[in-house]
Structure formats: C-alpha cells, structure tokens
C-alpha cells in the first residue's frame, strides 16, 4: 500500500496553482507524507456542517452523496459557505493544476448537521455521528461549537466503537475555557506560522483566537488557511483565505486519514497513539492546555509509520506507559 509518487520527484509538485499560500503544508511535513500516499479513496472522512457545494471544481471526485442529521433537509453548501471552507481544507485535490491541496485525496462525507439558517444544536450534531458512523466514514470532523458536549460524546463513543475517531474545534473564544471529560471527542486547537497559539486582534478591538483549557487535545494550523470559497469574484477566483479552528480540526482530521491510507490496518487508538506521540510540543514541555500533546507532525507521523513496524508498536508502548489510552481518565485520557 506504500504509495512512491512518480510526481513528487518533479520540481513543480505539487502543481496546484495556489499551493504557495499554503505556509502550513511544509510546516506540517505534507510532501513528505504524499511520497508515501497522496490520500486512499477509500478512507472515508465525514464533514458534519452546512453542506458543500457539489460544483467545486478542486472537490470533483472527492464527494460522496451527501446525507443529513435525523430531520434536517440536506443543504447543499450554497447558503453558508462554512462545510465548502472545512471540505476543501480536508481534501482540495492534489496536484491537479486547480487551486490549493488538502491533506489528502480522500472521499468526503458532507452531512449537514445545520438548520438551512445555519444554526445547529447538539442533537442534531449527535445524530451526524451516528449517520456518518453507520456510512463507514472512518473519521469524523466537526467544525461547530456545541451547547452540550456530553451529548456529542456518547454519539463519538459510538464511533469509536467502531472504529471511527472524531476530531471537534476547539473554538474561538481565545479564552481559557475550564471543560474536562469528553474522552471520545478529540478537540484541537488553532496555531499560527510562528507555532504559536492563533490569537488575533479584529478591526473592533475586541480579539479572537483558539479556545484552549485541560479539555485541549492536539493543536493544528488554523491561521491564513486556503480554502476554496464559492463566493465569486474575489482576487484569488473562488479561493480565499480563513482563520477559525474550524480548519485545525480537519488538518488533524486529514491526518489521521493520511495514517489509514498508509496504514488501513490500524486501530483508532493506535493512530491517536502516533497523532499524540509524533505531533511537535509546544509552549511548556508535555501536554499543556494551549497544544494539547502538540502540534500535529504529519511528516514525523509518517516517519513513524513506515520503516518498520515495529516502531509504531513501540510508540504505542511508550505512550500506554505514560497513561495515554481512551480508557484512562481525562487528564491522560488519549
Ligand atoms: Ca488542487
Ligand atoms: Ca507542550
């Protein structure tokens, strides 16, 4: 299943035209992992928000047909934007001379998880789990804040029994948020280029940046990321650039589909094990609340994956024996 791109030894790989926006992909070591893998089709990476548009031009083949929560009408991404934005930062396909690059050339589950005025609440966030779950997505992103996130933890511990891991944003508050105890939802806050947590000051003077507190699991580019934006015109045709940890979460998300395209054989908690094992720590040394384990390593992820497999084992070994397992308590609860 090892992947050896012929592309990838020519000098203008990838050939996407706004590829150079993206200060995040060398960052996180994406051409790296696309010598292994440009992404498998057959990973299956469900985006619960308000839809996605079926006509972008870099999500032709990527879209599977979209469903919807338990009485909701499914919405086709044209009113709010948000579930295009999400998508395109997942699985922008690669390399074909159109726009930006996801993660990878994944299939896309868009379940909309929104009221066609695009507010949601959390049963209905709920009830996308479980939909995507029973689907076969093997990895879920939500880019919404919820009111009631035990709900949504039960629906990804169902998940998760079947194997299916769910990334969540952390939010953009840019406050401490003092919340513990949702160990099947996997929250990932925002980082900048300069690997600092994204915080920012907005026109008003009031601020915004990623959420972050002991509930804080792994951190991701969320920063000036390209995304494809059905708004037409602006300077950059139907591309844009977003900040929100709306789009950390499914570059974490993407990378655990990168780990499945290599490796489908894995388990859920043995791809959390290297997500958490071989992301970057930042700020103090350890875990922390503003990182989580870290920033998300893509590249040191594969290199974990590949050599021998008897490197993943020991990793997964080593981070059992410092408490990381779904099965632990929260405070180590990966
Ligand atoms: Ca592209
Ligand atoms: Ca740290």
């Known amino acids: 299943m090892l992947l050896v791109a012929g592309a990838a030894c020519a000098q203008s790989f990838p050939n996407d035209p706004y590829y150079g926006y993206e200060w995040y992909a060398p960052l996180l070591g994406l051409p790296k992992a696309w010598n292994y893998t440009l992404g498998s089709p057959d990973v299956v990476v469900a985006v619960l928000d308000t839809g996605v548009m079926a006509d972008t031009p870099d999500l032709q083949g990527r879209l599977l047909p979209p469903i919807a929560a338990e009485g909701l009408p499914v919405l086709d991404g044209t009113t709010h934007h948000h579930g295009t934005w999400v998508a395109s930062t997942l699985a922008m396909t690669i390399d074909n001379l159109i726009g930006g690059a996801g993660l990878g050339n994944f299939k896309v589950l868009p379940v909309t998880v929104t009221a066609p005025d695009g507010s949601n609440v959390s049963e209905d966030v709920a009830s996308g789990?479980?939909?995507?779950?029973?689907?076969?997505?093997?990895?879920?992103?939500?880019?919404?804040?919820?009111?009631?996130?035990?709900?949504?933890?039960?629906?990804?511990?169902?998940?998760?029994?079947?194997?299916?891991?769910?990334?969540?944003?952390?939010?953009?508050?840019?406050?401490?948020?003092?919340?513990?105890?949702?160990?099947?939802?996997?929250?990932?806050?925002?980082?900048?280029?300069?690997?600092?947590?994204?915080?920012?000051?907005?026109?008003?003077?009031?601020?915004?940046?990623?959420?972050?507190?002991?509930?804080?699991?792994?951190?991701?580019?969320?920063?000036?990321?390209?995304?494809?934006?059905?708004?037409?015109?602006?300077?950059?045709?139907?591309?844009?650039?977003?900040?929100?940890?709306?789009?950390?979460?499914?570059?974490?998300?993407?990378?655990?589909?990168?780990?499945?395209?290599?490796?489908?054989?894995?388990?859920a908690d043995q791809v959390l094990a290297l997500l958490c094992g071989t992301a970057k720590d930042l700020g103090p040394l350890g875990r922390d609340d503003e990182f989580g384990y870290g920033r998300i390593d893509v590249g040191a992820m594969v290199d974990a994956l590949t050599p021998e497999p008897a490197t993943l084992a020991l990793l997964a070994a080593g981070l059992a024996a410092v408490g990381i397992g779904r099965r632990q308590p929260r405070q180590a609860a990966l």
């Open 129 to 267: 789990i479980y939909k995507a779950a029973d689907a076969g997505a093997r990895v879920i992103n939500i880019s919404h804040s919820v009111w009631d996130y035990a709900v949504l933890d039960t629906a990804a511990a169902y998940a998760r029994g079947k194997g299916v891991i769910t990334f969540i944003a952390a939010g953009n508050s840019d406050m401490y948020v003092d919340m513990t105890g949702y160990p099947n939802l996997i929250f990932v806050s925002a980082t900048d280029s300069g690997d600092h947590r994204w915080s920012e000051a907005k026109s008003d003077g009031t601020r915004i940046g990623s959420s972050y507190g002991p509930y804080v699991d792994l951190a991701a580019p969320g920063d000036n990321i390209l995304v494809a934006d059905p708004l037409p015109p602006t300077d950059m045709d139907r591309y844009g650039l977003v900040h929100g940890t709306s789009f950390a979460s499914p570059m974490a998300a993407g990378a655990a589909a990168l780990a499945w395209s290599i490796r489908p054989d894995l388990t």
